[in-house]
């Protein structure tokens, strides 16, 4: 995540782009946003959309996001606030990633039990 923003601020400084960092913020927080419909799908606040398709959604927009707002926070250190914000959405990702990690692992966990049983039942 740090190599993908350092190289995006690497072009958008050889190309003088620089002010295009300004509107990643909005763009970057929008991107988040619209990953929260598999919150929306998961509370049945709406009813459309396979779950699992919306998580990988989810996985893929709020990572992208969080990249574009981590370009757009640069690597300057004016206000302390602006970066606890950027704290939070690190440890957000992180959260995230540890989740997926123990979703894995406990979908793994029932697969082998099912397996397990199977084996037992047909001795
Ligand atoms: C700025 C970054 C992120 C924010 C603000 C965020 C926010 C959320 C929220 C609010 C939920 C709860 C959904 C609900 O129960 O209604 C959630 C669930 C989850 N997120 Fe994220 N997320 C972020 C990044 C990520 C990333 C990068 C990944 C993985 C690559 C990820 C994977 C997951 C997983 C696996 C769940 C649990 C799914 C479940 O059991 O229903 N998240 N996230």
Do not use: Q
Not at 20 to 30: E, H, K, M, P
């Amino acid at each position: 995540m740090i190599a993908f923003t350092l190289v995006i601020d690497y072009f958008l400084h050889r190309m003088n782009l620089i002010f295009i960092g300004r509107y990643l913020g909005i763009i970057g927080t929008a991107v988040i946003l619209l990953s929260f419909i598999y919150s929306l799908r998961k509370r049945k606040i709406i009813d459309s959309g396979s779950p699992k398709k919306l998580l990988e959604l989810h996985e893929y927009l709020a990572w992208g996001g969080s990249i574009l707002l981590l370009v757009h926070a640069g690597i300057h250190f004016n206000a302390i606030l602006p970066w606890l914000a950027v704290l939070m959405m690190l440890i957000a990702v992180a959260s995230g990633l540890i989740g997926k990690f123990l979703l894995k692992r406990a979908s793994d966990t029932l697969k082998e039990k099912k397996n397990d049983d199977k084996g037992k039942n047909e001795c």
